[in-house]
């Protein structure tokens, strides 16, 4: 069996994500706080509210090309960001590519 020839992929991207290794087919972001303290007035109004703790979670779908999987706990940096690896699918079949989808997070107050 003669080895896989590639043309043009490593062209590719979506967007402008800057994890190498990878060609990036998606790309997904949310944040929220951790904690969040609330004063309520005696009408039960709420008076004042204080966001702490502001996780920002990142999901990529790749194509892997060249890369080196991380494990959960390591950091992976994407678009300058680093962030800790929480989870990692990778997804093989024989008419595809090997795909993988990798689910990071960074916390306000964690530096990964």
């Known amino acids: 069996m003669s080895s896989p020839v590639t ?5 590719l ?3 402008t994500p800057t994890s190498s290794g990878y060609v990036v ?3 997904d972001t949310s944040s929220k706080a951790g904690v969040v303290a609330e004063v309520f007035d005696e009408t039960g109004c709420r008076v004042h509210s204080r966001y702490d703790d502001i996780t920002t979670e990142v999901t990529f779908e790749a194509i892997i090309q060249g890369a080196t999987l991380p ?3 390591a950091v992976f940096t994407v678009n300058s960001q680093a962030y800790e690896t929480i989870s990692v699918d990778k997804k093989w079949s024989n008419k595809e590519f ?3 989808s990798i689910k990071g997070k960074v916390s306000a107050n964690i530096t990964p």
């Not at 043309?7 to 062209?11: A, D």
């Open 98 to 100: 090997t795909r993988c």
């Open 71 to 73: 494990t959960p706990g």
């Open 7 to 11: 043309h043009g992929l490593s062209g």
């Open 13 to 15: 991207s979506f967007g």
């Open 25 to 27: 087919q998606s790309l």
